[in-house]
């Protein structure tokens, strides 16, 4: 059974699927003692292995103990980042299927039952990480009935979405990212910034409207129902 390693953020989990699909799927070793977990409020494989094990291809999710694993997902990063404009022209599931030369299918990689609460909704996202001057939530928001409107993620960030928005937003906690992904499932559009839920929504195949960091877009999908202010 292959044994794929990542020691990325929740995200970028999220987007190396792909490939751990391409390369016949196995095992999936978390290192949590990478730096990039320092910020993350609990435990990130609790959070991570329901709905990793949810996937056909996945067997079993833990943390990584040391061992030498099979398939190194973390040579994404050189894919579109350092020197050259490689950034524009690859997201990050295409960069994690380069990196281990397994092509370029992101097709929707993602399964959830799809959650009733969300039913009809547009649900709302937005982290603190990659924002962009351009997008004009409150806008937005504005057209959204108070039955329509559904914000997940940390409650911080739903405290901030509501002042950006300018108006109260309904808020539906999730206790780990299969709970996410099903709520995700289960609507009709997903509007959010470059974050873990939208790698999620991205890997479910929903449509999205996407605010995209002008410095760092790297969530691009060339796809019907992928939407973003972006305009090159």
Not at 121 to 134: C, E, G, I, M, N
Request: hydrophobic letters at 40%; proline letters at 8%.
């Amino acid at each position: 059974m292959t044994a794929f390693f990542h020691s990325g953020q929740l995200g970028d989990i999220v987007y190396s699927l792909p490939a751990v699909r391409a390369g016949g799927g196995g095992d999936f070793l978390v290192d949590c003692g990478s730096r990039w977990w320092s910020h993350f409020p609990g435990d990130p494989v609790a959070a991570l292995a329901p709905l990793l094990e949810a996937q056909p291809y996945v067997r079993r999710a833990r943390r990584w103990s040391g061992e030498r694993p099979d398939v190194n997902l973390d040579g994404f990063r050189d894919y579109y980042q350092g020197p050259g404009p490689t950034h524009w022209f690859l997201n990050i599931a295409e960069a994690h299927l380069q990196a281990v030369g397994l092509g370029r299918d992101v097709s929707p990689w993602l399964s959830a039952p799809r959650d009733p609460r969300s039913a009809g909704k547009v649900v709302l996202h937005r982290s603190t990480r990659f924002p962009s001057p351009y997008f004009r939530w409150s806008e937005l928001v504005g057209r959204l009935r108070d039955d329509e409107a559904l914000c997940v993620g940390l409650p911080q960030e739903h405290a901030r979405l509501q002042q950006i928005a300018g108006r109260r937003l309904a808020y539906l906690p999730t206790a780990d990212l299969l709970e996410l992904a099903g709520v995700i499932a289960g609507c009709r559009l997903f509007v959010g910034n470059q974050s873990s839920p939208m790698a999620v929504a991205l890997g479910l195949g929903v449509d999205v409207v996407q605010e995209t960091c002008p410095s760092c877009p790297n969530c691009l999908f060339n796809r019907p129902g992928f939407r973003s202010h972006m305009v090159f």
